[in-house]
T-cell receptor, first 112, second 115 residues
């Protein structure tokens, strides 16, 4: 169901930037890219989303390639608490097509 | 503004019983999504509802599972005649009607155990 592909797992050193890639080569013009994460068995947490411009908020930055076929989530200074499964989702938001389909995600482990 | 509330947080049912999982969306949100997560697996989409309407139930098992989101009250995911394979975490998320490209927020889930 998911229209994205992500690496299964990644490691990152504490304090360094974590760069999580996502491929969405079949994305259409009206689909947004969303990132969520799930820490342990908690409910997924929204991180950031964008359409075609790069976005930044207090949690992360989202870099979307010009052709929009891939994107990268950047956690600028990863901490141990950022260890989680990160999900990249493409989602078209029209009134009757607003669902979200998750893939397997990337399991990020931040190491001391 | 309270977040998405799911209850109960933990539910134990014997095989053959019914399970009712409730999801109260955030205030002002009229879209609800339900997901199932088996241990060590990802989130599987089940159903997407708007007030009083099922928009997409393509992820729902054909039998025993149903969902509703009435005009008043929480969204309900109902599982009849539960089996051990129904044991999982069930998450719901909600989003507002407008703007459509806004983020959805998740509850903390209901952990169903069938014994």
């Amino acid at each position: 169901d998911a229209k994205t592909t992500q690496p299964t797992s990644m490691d990152c050193a504490e304090g360094r930037a974590a760069n999580l890639p996502c491929n969405h080569s079949t994305i259409s013009g009206n689909e947004y890219v969303y990132w969520y994460r799930q820490i342990h068995s908690q409910g997924p947490q929204y991180i950031i989303h964008g359409l075609k411009n790069n976005e930044t908020n207090e949690m992360a930055s989202l870099i979307i390639t010009e052709d929009r076929k891939s994107s990268t989530l950047i956690l600028p200074h990863a901490t141990l608490r950022d260890t989680a499964v990160y999900y990249c989702i493409v989602r078209v938001a029209t009134d009757n097509n607003n669902d979200m389909r998750f893939g397997a995600g990337t399991r990020l482990t931040v190491k001391p | 503004n309270a977040g998405v509330m799911q209850n109960p947080r933990h539910l134990v049912r014997r095989r053959g019983q019914e399970a009712r999982l409730r999801c109260s969306p955030m205030k002002g949100h009229s879209h609800v999504y339900w997901y199932r997560q088996l241990p060590e697996e990802g989130l599987k989409f089940m159903v997407y509802l708007q007030k009083e309407n099922i928009i997409d139930e393509s992820g729902m098992p054909k039998e025993r599972f149903s969902a509703e989101f009435p005009k008043e009250g929480p969204s309900i995911l109902r599982i009849q005649q539960v089996v051990r394979g129904d044991s999982a975490a069930y998450f719901c998320a909600s989003s507002p009607q407008e703007p459509l490209n806004t983020e959805a927020f998740f509850g903390q889930g209901t952990r169903l155990t069938v014994v």
